[in-house]
């Protein structure tokens, strides 16, 4: 069982940065991939970024350059740096876990089995 807590969520100005973290249990932690997701209002949750058990990254278009995904296996954390935010941006971020394996490109469509309950990330324009 791998239980996951969100934080680091607010508002922010469009241009500004936030670092969401997202802390895991477990003693498997390094063995997850480990991704981020969001859910804008009005819309289907997103695949944002994801970190494999070997930290191969996988990022979601919209984000790249300006969103970075890292893990501290130590401190059985992932994070989010997000840099030059945008309005479109603002969602509500879940972090979730996984076991991966195959092509990096799987690890946006994969199953996760694992979900934390959320942060909030507001971006004023």
């Known amino acids: 069982q791998v239980q996951l807590v969100e934080s680091g969520g607010g508002l922010v100005q469009a241009g500004g940065s936030l670092r969401l973290s997202c802390a895991a249990s477990?003693?498997?932690?390094?063995?997850?991939?480990m991704a981020w997701f969001r859910q804008a209002p009005g819309k289907e949750r997103e695949f944002v970024t994801a970190?494999?058990?070997?930290?191969?990254?996988y990022y979601e278009d919209s984000v790249k350059g300006r969103f970075t995904i890292s893990r501290d296996n130590a401190k059985n954390t992932v994070f989010l740096q997000m840099n030059t935010l945008k309005p479109e941006d603002t969602a509500v971020y879940y972090c979730?876990?996984?076991?991966?394996?195959?092509?990096?490109?799987?690890?946006?469509?994969?199953?996760?089995?694992?979900w934390g309950q959320g942060t909030q990330v507001t971006v004023s324009s």
């Open positions: 979730a876990a996984g076991r991966h394996s195959g092509l990096l490109k799987t690890i946006a469509t994969m199953p996760y089995g694992y």
């Open positions: 970190i494999s058990w070997n930290d191969n990254i």
């Open positions: 477990g003693r498997t932690f390094s063995s997850y991939a």
